[in-house]
């Protein structure tokens, strides 16, 4: 059994155990939540077109040089920082940051130079960080947070590293 079709199973099995869950108790929860799922899906869908779309422009923009060279495979500890420093100033959410990863791996990005993209994308994206955490959390905290976060796309790319394609 391929890993996509595990996933698809087991993400396709969650939504039919909260469904079941919604069902059983009762009409007026299933239908409450019936119309949330769909308005979600709704609102998701045209956000995911516009990231598949703008990652092919960003292909389209950026030299395949650019990105084998900046994070390629052979930049090795190079690559690793600066694919953190990119990915924590870009901005988005995750159709964007998983997209440009995606588009990096076809261009001839090196998988643990992505893995630490995407790693430190979520972990510390500049604009998430301005503009949700310090004005919900002390910013002390935030701070602290992020300094504590600094080895873990450098973890996760020497991960990459030791066990090869993923």
Do not use: H
């Amino acid at each position: 059994m391929s890993a996509a079709l595990l996933i698809d199973i087991l993400l396709w099995g969650s939504v039919l155990g909260v469904g079941l869950i919604a069902f059983r108790r009762g009409p007026p929860v299933f239908k409450s939540s019936l119309r949330e799922g769909l308005m979600d899906f709704i609102n998701i869908v045209p956000r995911i077109a516009l990231g598949v779309i703008g990652s092919g422009y960003i292909a389209a923009i950026i030299p395949q040089e650019v990105i084998t060279g900046w994070l390629g495979p052979d930049s090795g500890w190079l690559g690793v920082a600066t694919a953190v420093v990119a990915g924590a100033a870009t901005p988005g959410g995750p159709v964007i940051g998983f997209s440009i990863g995606t588009v990096a791996l076809k261009s001839g990005g090196g998988v643990p130079q992505v893995v630490a993209y995407v790693v430190a994308w979520a972990l510390f994206a500049f604009q998430r960080v301005i503009l949700w955490e310090i004005p919900f959390m002390p910013a002390r905290f935030v701070w602290f947070r992020c300094a504590v976060s600094v080895p873990f796309p450098f973890v996760a790319a020497a991960i990459a590293m030791v066990i090869g394609k993923p």
